[in-house]
């Protein structure tokens, strides 16, 4: 089946300085989607990218559909301690997969204020 | 609050109980899934539907699992003769269609003890 690595596993960062972490997979999706988790909480949406190449922004954070459908990117820029979470990434295939996500195993990021 | 919403939050069994844990979507979305979630993982899939029918279910979902949408609204996800491997958090998630995203709702933390 599908499989996502996400990496990198943890980041321990300070405040203001910019974030990045990515994902793979094996096969490919046609949507990405960024989710962040804090503890004992469902995941809630990030940023959803539909389209190969399709680079998307929201706040602070930029995230970028890899052309070869196989890899996503999340940026977050001048963290904030409000930032600390569980990011996951997941893809999407309709075509084999029908509408269930495949998920990373997720980023821990720690910002030191 | 329109979000997805989850009954109990959370809940502590004895093994060989069963539980029932409820799911009310975002009014009118008409795709309701289900996913479960270890510690230190991202979240897996195991069941979803569309309306009242359900169209997949994981290998995760085992005969003791089972999932209902009786009227197109609200599910439910039974477990029978719990066990301490059931353990983990029940996340339902809803969306308009098969083409948009998925967004969660807070889980249902189960405790097999």
């Known amino acids: 089946g599908q499989q996502l690595n996400q990496s990198p596993q943890s980041m321990f960062i300070q405040e203001g300085e910019d974030v990045s972490m990515n994902c793979t997979s094996s096969?490919?999706?046609?949507?990405w989607l960024w989710y962040k988790q804090d503890p004992g909480e469902g995941p809630v949406l990030l940023i959803a990218l539909y389209k190969a190449g399709e680079l998307t922004s929201n706040g602070r954070l930029t995230a970028q559909f890899g052309i070869t459908r196989k890899d996503s990117f999340l940026n977050i820029s001048a963290s904030i301690p409000s930032d600390v979470g569980i990011y996951f990434c997941a893809g999407q295939l309709l075509e084999t997969s029908g509408s269930r996500l495949t998920f990373g195993e997720g980023t821990q990021l720690t910002v030191n204020p | 609050d329109t979000g997805v919403s989850q009954n109990p939050r959370h809940k502590i069994t004895k093994r060989g109980q069963n539980v029932t844990f409820r799911c009310d979507p975002i009014s009118e979305h008409n795709r309701l899934y289900w996913y479960r979630q270890t510690l230190g993982q991202g979240p897996e899939f195991l069941t979803y539907f569309q309306n009242e029918a359900q169209l997949e279910k994981s290998r995760l979902l085992s005969d003791r699992f089972s999932a209902e949408r009786p009227k197109g609204s609200f599910s439910t996800l039974e477990i029978q003769r719990t066990e301490q491997g059931d353990s983990a958090m029940y996340l339902c998630?809803?969306?308009?269609?098969?083409?948009?995203?998925?967004?969660f709702g807070p889980g249902t933390r189960l405790t097999v003890l």
């Open positions: 998630a809803s969306s308009e269609s098969a083409y948009n995203e998925q967004f």
């Open positions: 096969s490919i999706f046609n949507t």
